[in-house]
């Protein structure tokens, strides 16, 4: 075989080999909308647990590159993780949404929610005041940052019932 008919052959390989990738780009691209209109019309219903679980597949076919669309995303994953209670899973989501940049006041203050709901007082003080610092005269920020604060001894303190 010489030498002009072997770079023939390896700029077509070239060619069918970049083809297929851009298919492949293509298809994984509508799958992420596919996955984020479904995530969508289960969260209309109420359906949070069926939602969530598209809201994370969209996420994880989304590029890492894409931040914002993965910031948004993960802030409807942890909406979604809150309606069902799933507090650790909330605190993941919405700490990806501070890590993508896409939070608010409202952000840091469900996120404290989420830890006194899993006992890490002392994080929730902090998302408090973050929460307080961008929503300056929330009066219910305010108390719960105040309850966070006190609550780590509380706990401790104990009960005064005996449970025989």
Known sequence: MNHLSLLHILRSQ????????AI????????VDRNIKKGEKY?????YYDAANQFRTAY??????????????SLKM???YERISSSQRAIAAY??????????GETH??????LMKEGSYSEAVKEY?????SIPNNQLIAQELQAASIAASIKERGSKYIVK
């Open 14 to 21: 070239r060619k069918d080999i970049l083809l297929a990738a």
């Open 43 to 47: 969260l209309a219903l109420g359906e």
């Open 109 to 114: 203050k469900h996120l404290a929610d989420n």
């Open 78 to 80: 942890a909406e979604c």
């Open 95 to 104: 700490r990806n949404v501070i890590r993508y940049k896409q939070d608010n």
């Open 60 to 73: 994880q076919r989304t590029s890492p590159k894409d931040r914002r669309q993965r910031g948004e995303l």
């Open 24 to 31: 492949t780009v293509m298809l994984m691209a509508c799958g």
């Open 129 to 133: 005041r973050l929460a307080l610092d």
